[in-house]
């Protein structure tokens, strides 16, 4: 009842103000994602072994001059790990492993921003909006388990915990929108977002912080309510 409720004000919302400019909008996106540069490098000094995964967002924007507006977007990132890829090179690096297993969750990036949107019209139906945003993104490493045999009697197994930091992050991408109709839309997007990120583990050492750089592109399909 309540999503139904949300539904019919959103119509009656947009079919009141599309006479004013018909730029402002809001928008529910999935998709998914790809990591790429370090983030997705298979190191362990300075990669993650992260994989494709999906994500879903939601941004909104007010035209407040001309094609030139403002907007919120927040956007959830879910990238699985090469666990496989992982077990190899920890096996390649330690002479005295064996072999590994690894079992691990997926990374998640959480990612809260504004900033400047721009909307051109190429047809009647349809218009491109580049966009420029900064913000906070919430960034959580896996759980992972890993089964082990050494050479010489040890542990059989351990896990290390998921860890979590924040950081400034920056987000460009481009929308291209299709207007099926005066009020309700569909649209193509791509966005790359890129963040620096310090994670804390316990290690045998001691505590210890393992920078990363995170970057990603989201590719998705969204629907488009224009107001």
């Known amino acids: ?9 959103a119509v ?6 599309y006479a004013d400019d018909g730029k402002s909008f809001i928008s529910l996106r999935s998709g998914v994602s790809l990591p790429f540069g370090n983030y997705s490098m298979n190191s362990l000094e300075i990669g993650c072994f992260t994989t494709t995964g999906v994500s879903f ?35 390649r690096v330690d002479p005295f492993l064996v072999d590994m297993n690894v079992r691990s969750e997926p990374y998640t ?27 906070i993104i919430f960034g959580s490493t896996p759980y992972q388990l890993f089964e082990q045999t050494y050479l010489f009697p040890g542990p059989n197994y351990y896990k290390s915990t998921s860890s979590r930091d924040k950081s400034f992050a920056f987000k ?3 929308s291209i929108n299709y207007d099926i109709s005066s009020c309700i839309g569909l649209s193509i997007n791509a966005d790359y977002t890129h963040s620096d990120l310090s994670f804390g583990f ?7 912080y393992r920078n990363r750089k995170i970057s990603y592109i ?6 488009v309510i224009n107001l």
């Open 1 to 9: 009842m309540k999503k139904l409720v949300f539904i019919l004000f």
């Open 12 to 17: 009656l919302l947009c079919n009141a103000v």
């Open 57 to 91: 967002g939601a941004d909104g924007a007010w035209f407040f001059w001309k094609n030139l507006g403002v907007g919120l977007d927040v956007n959830y990132s879910l990238h699985t790990v090469d666990a496989i890829g992982l077990a190899t090179e920890m096996v």
């Open 109 to 135: 990036m959480l990612t809260t921003m504004s900033g400047l949107y721009y909307s051109f019209t190429i047809s009647n139906r349809i218009n491109v909006q580049p966009r420029l945003l900064g913000g």
């Open 172 to 174: 460009t991408g481009i």
């Open 202 to 208: 316990y290690t045998s050492n001691g505590f210890e």
């Open 218 to 223: 989201d590719f998705g399909l969204g629907l």
